[in-house]
């Protein structure tokens, strides 16, 4: 059991360039997030899916897309990178059953540098 | 912007001395949780609390929930270097089911050996 996979673990990027994070989850979870980390800020949530084929807008969306368009899977675009997006970006995911109050678990992060 | 303020944001401890984050919200949660982040690592929940007043203890960590469940405390006695890391308390507002938490800022702990 892999649990949250996130891919790649580190990636510099020019600014404008573009690309995708993916998470990966083998734990059946409906409900994914994407946040971002930065120093001082604690963790930021930037959308969020509450099953296959719904996404939606969450504290810090600008500037990044997503899709859900597998169940186990949930991807962070990035159009157009810029600087303000260096990040370090997490992935979570939780079950829907029982109660509403079941733990995140997170992947490993992305390391992101725009430059 | 952030709505659930954690205090301190950095805490330096002599190992064997006792440790305490503080969260604060602005507005009533339904319940919080807390997670530890180890450095280079990613957060991993500790526990839940759910009940106004609530106290829960894990071996030297005890969690509490306010009365009116707009705060929350951890508590690590006796500190060990393997305390080390960020702590995060997370608060859900409402009856909302798809799970959103804030996070605080996070306490990051250092412990001197």
């Given at each position: 059991n892999a649990g949250v996979t996130q891919t790649p673990k580190f990636r510099v990027l020019k600014t404008g360039q573009s690309m995708t994070l993916l998470c990966a989850q083998d734990m059946n979870h409906e409900y994914m997030y994407w946040y971002r980390q930065d120093p001082g800020m604690g963790l930021r949530l930037i959308h969020y899916s509450v099953g296959e084929g719904t996404t939606a807008k969450g504290e810090v969306p600008d500037g990044y897309n997503v899709s859900r368009l597998k169940k186990q899977n949930f991807l962070l675009g990035l159009e157009s990178a810029a600087p303000s997006q260096t990040s370090?970006?997490?992935c979570a995911?939780?079950?829907l059953?029982?109660?509403v109050n079941q733990p995140q678990h997170f992947g490993d992060g992305t390391r992101l540098s725009i430059l | 912007g952030q709505q659930v303020m954690q205090i301190p944001q950095y805490q330096h401890v002599q190992e064997g001395e006792?440790?305490?984050t503080y969260c604060n919200s602005s507005t009533t949660l339904s319940n919080i949780q807390w997670y530890k982040q180890r450095p280079g690592g990613h957060p991993v929940f500790l526990i839940q609390l759910v009940k106004s007043g609530e106290v829960k203890k894990q071996k030297r960590l005890t969690f509490q929930?306010?009365?009116?469940?707009k705060n929350s405390s951890l508590h690590i006695t006796a500190t060990q270097t393997t305390d080390v890391g960020t702590y995060f308390c997370a608060g859900r507002r409402g009856s909302s089911n798809t799970g959103k938490?804030?996070?605080g800022q996070?306490?990051?702990?250092?412990?001197?050996?």
């Open positions: 370090v970006y997490f995911s939780r079950p059953r029982g109660a | 006792d440790f305490t929930f306010g009365e009116a469940k938490l804030i996070f996070g306490t990051t702990l250092q412990v001197k050996p």
